[in-house]
């Protein structure tokens, strides 16, 4: 995995420490989060409307259920990681 790729693998947890994330999970993140924006439910103009982080977690509990991923801590600290990383991926190709 690259360094580039390790910065997302990482989110706070309600305990506090750290939970490591597997590309399973990333990727099932964006495919749900590729869903809602879709749907058009939670889609604003502005990015995602409120509340839909705890839409996100529901679905993804139905698809990892063992992974316990929660919106307030693992969700939030992993989406504001992949908005920094993929941002400067895309200002590279701007």
Request: charged share 20%; hydrophobic share 40%.
């Amino acid at each position: 995995m690259s360094g580039f790729s390790q910065l997302s693998v990482s989110s706070q947890n309600s305990l506090g420490t750290k939970k490591k994330w597997v590309l399973e999970e990333d990727v099932t993140l964006v495919a749900c989060m590729v869903d809602l924006y879709n749907v058009g439910i939670y889609n604003a103009n502005t990015g995602f409307k409120a509340d839909y982080l705890n839409e996100l977690e529901r679905m993804l509990e139905k698809v990892l259920p063992h992974a316990m991923l929660k919106a307030k801590y693992n969700l939030e600290s992993t989406i504001r990681t992949l908005k920094n990383d993929w941002a400067i991926i895309y200002h590279m190709l701007s």
